[in-house]
């Protein structure tokens, strides 16, 4: 039994990643908002792999992309660029089928 990494997952797929700079590319919303951006991601996997990772566990992936959590007043901030470049690989069929 092996226990997954999401992070390193991620890293190691996307080596890019470590070259994005966390400033001007930050961007702050709710987190109702970003609970729906994962979502979308998930149902658009099923729908068009036929399988997908819960939500829940999917949101573990863009770890990488949080900047900050406001529980206060409920927004995160991200890193636009690393979302998109997460967001981009965890919608392959080498994700979603692996």
């Not at 991620?10 to 070259?19: F, G, M, S, T, V």
């Not at 939500?55 to 770890?63: A, D, K, P, R, V």
């Not at 991200?78 to 965890?90: F, P, T």
Request: a positive charge.
């Amino acid at each position: 039994m092996t226990i997954k990494n999401p992070v390193g997952d991620i890293k190691k797929a996307i080596p890019e990643l470590e070259q994005i700079k966390n400033y001007n590319n930050t961007k702050t919303i709710s987190q109702q908002a970003w609970e729906n951006r994962i979502k979308t991601i998930a149902t658009k996997n099923l729908k068009k792999f036929g399988k997908s990772l819960w939500w829940g566990s999917l949101h573990t992936y863009f770890l990488p992309c949080i900047q900050c959590s406001h529980s206060d007043n409920k927004t995160i901030t991200i890193n636009e660029e690393k979302y998109k470049l997460i967001r981009k690989y965890v919608m392959t069929e080498e994700f979603v089928l692996n």
